[in-house]
């Protein structure tokens, strides 16, 4: 089943990202996808992004849903008949909506876990701190608007990062069925994006050293976004090859 158009706005995104060695990637990795490389290093994070008005594109805003959403995700690439195509994969979301875990897979893409939310925001300082009801995930982030990104960044500037991540707009989502990806592409009406400064960043998943052992992740910078008009445009599954 695809997912619909849904319609909505992004009050508020933060990029969180890491630098990861590509083969260290490429084992989480399922196929057909590889590590997009940067600057001889992989790319991974999360993407924690409140939406508002969410609905199906042609409702009206008044019945739409908000929630607080994180998504891991590792920036791939795979080969297609129509040549390479880049984007994101995710191997796991989180969210604070009910809705969103009953509809994952048919209004909303992947499988959807449940999360606690704890979010303060004030004078362009951010703490968000999520805890998973099954324990699987804990995050934590803070931070602060800033005017560039950390010098030892894989990117040189803020629009070399920004039109990477711009460029990074389709995403495959692991479902409940083994082997197959929820795909959706996110289309952006009003792109901008700002250097976060982070103070603090946690993160069960890249600190599990059984996925990425010591030395092979380093945390490269965090990007912002805020009052982004988008919709949600649902793409085919794909599904994993088997070699």
């Not at 706005?9 to 260290?24: C, F, G, Q, S, T």
């Not at 057909?32 to 008005?53: D, E, T, W, Y």
């Not at 994006?193 to 380093?218: C, I, T, Y």
């Not at 949600?232 to 070699?243: E, F, I, P, Y």
Request: aromatic share 8%.
């Amino acid at each position: 089943m695809q997912i619909p158009v849904i319609r909505g706005l992004i009050d508020r995104r933060i990029l969180v990202n890491y630098r990861v060695k590509p083969e260290v990637l490429s084992r989480l990795l399922p196929a057909p996808f590889r590590p997009k490389i940067v600057n001889g290093s992989g790319m991974a994070g999360v993407c924690l992004i409140r939406l508002k008005h969410i609905r199906p594109r042609f409702m009206p805003v008044f019945p739409g849903l908000s929630s607080e959403n994180a998504a891991h995700r590792i920036a791939v690439e795979w080969d297609t008949n129509e040549g390479t195509k880049e984007g994101v994969f995710v191997p796991r979301r989180d969210t604070s909506s009910r809705i969103n875990t009953l509809m994952g897979g048919r209004l909303f893409p992947g499988k959807q876990s449940h999360a606690r939310f704890n979010v303060q925001e004030h004078d362009d300082h951010y703490r968000i701190e999520l805890t998973s009801d099954d324990h699987c995930t804990h995050l934590l982030v803070e931070g602060h608007v800033t005017g560039d990104i950390p010098k030892d960044s894989v990117f040189s500037s803020i629009n070399e990062a920004s039109g990477f991540f711009e460029r990074g707009s389709l995403g495959y989502s692991v479902t409940s069925k083994p082997g197959q990806f929820d795909g959706i592409e996110l289309r952006s009406f009003n792109w901008q994006v700002q250097p976060l400064a982070v103070d603090n960043v946690q993160s069960s998943f890249f600190e599990d050293q059984a996925m990425f052992p010591p030395g092979s992740v380093k945390f490269d910078c965090a990007l912002l976004m805020r009052g982004i008009d988008h919709e949600w445009h649902g793409r085919n599954r794909l599904c994993s090859q088997v070699n």
